[in-house]
C-alpha cells in the first residue's frame, strides 16, 4: 500500500484515535487527517494543548479506527456481531510542519487548504506529519458473509520503518495430524503435501492452533525471517 491508499482509508472512516505518551502514561483522544503527500500523513492541533507536548516530547504517534461500525450488536445466544468492515492502524514518527511549507504544499494539494485557513482563524495552530510509520489493516468478515474466511490482513510501512509483525508457524515438528487445521477458525490453514501451514494474512494470532497442537510443533515468532515473510 502507498500512502495515498493508506490515507484513503483513514479518511473513510474520519474520527481516529490518536495516541501518544505522556511521562511514560497512554494518552488517546479524537481527531483526524486532514491530508497526505509523498512525505506522510497531516493532522493538527494547538500549541496550547497537552496533546501538542507529548508530540514534541516524544516524537511519537500512534492512529488507529475502525469502519463501517463502532458498535457491536448481538445475536440470540449474546455473541457480539460486526458487520463485515476493516480496522486500521498506524504507529510511527512525527515532525512539526512551518505554515510556509504547509502554503506551499496548499498551491499543489487543496487538501492543505483548510490546515492553511484553520490557522489563520486560530492562531495557535500547528501541522504535524506522521512521515516514518508501519501499520497494518485488519479486514474482517468474522461470519464469513462474503467470503470463505474470516480475515484478511494487509500490512505496510513508509519512510523506512519495518513491520514488526507477531506470527504463528508450524514447524518441521509437524505431525500432519489436522489438529490445527480442524481447530482454526479463521480458515487459515492449508496442508501443502503433508505439511500444514499457516497463512499468515487470514491469521488472528488466536492461539487455537498453537494450544491444540498434540507435537507443540506451532511456534511464536517476531519479525520472522526473510525465507518466512509475514503474508
Known amino acids: 500500500m502507498n500512502i495515498e491508499e493508506i490515507y484513503k482509508k483513514f479518511d473513510k472512516i474520519g474520527c481516529l484515535t490518536f495516541a501518544t505518551i505522556d511521562n511514560g502514561f497512554p494518552q488517546t483522544r479524537i481527531a483526524h487527517l486532514f491530508a497526505c503527500d509523498h512525505e506522510g500523513l497531516y493532522f493538527r492541533t494547538t500549541i496550547t494543548k497537552a496533546f501538542y507536548e507529548q508530540l514534541k516530547t516524544t516524537q511519537m504517534l500512534s492512529i488507529c479506527g475502525i469502519f463501517p461500525a463502532t458498535s457491536a450488536s448481538h445475536d440470540e445466544e449474546g455473541m457480539p456481531y460486526f458487520p463485515p468492515g476493516y480496522t486500521i492502524r498506524a504507529t510511527g514518527d512525527i515532525k512539526e510542519i512551518p505554515l510556509k511549507t504547509i502554503k506551499e504544499k496548499a498551491v499543489v494539494n487543496e487538501d492543505f487548504m483548510v490546515c492553511v485557513k484553520d490557522i489563520e482563524k486560530y492562531p495557535a495552530t500547528v501541522a504535524f506529519c506522521l512521515h516514518s510509520a508501519w501499520g497494518e489493516v485488519f479486514d474482517f468478515d468474522f461470519e464469513m458473509e462474503h467470503r470463505s474466511h474470516k480475515l484478511l490482513r ?64 506451532i511456534e511464536i515468532i517476531i519479525n520472522p525471517p526473510e525465507d518466512q515473510p509475514p503474508g
Open 154 to 217: 494487509t500490512g505496510f510501512c513508509f519512510g523506512g520503518k519495518q513491520i514488526p509483525l507477531r506470527v504463528l508457524r508450524i514447524t518441521d515438528e509437524c505431525i500432519a495430524c489436522g489438529e490445527c487445521q480442524e481447530g482454526c477458525s479463521f480458515k487459515a490453514i492449508d496442508q501443502v503435501d503433508e505439511q500444514f501451514v499457516i497463512d499468515t494474512e487470514k491469521c488472528d494470532v488466536c492461539g487455537d492452533c498453537y494450544t491444540v497442537c498434540p507435537s507443540n510443533a
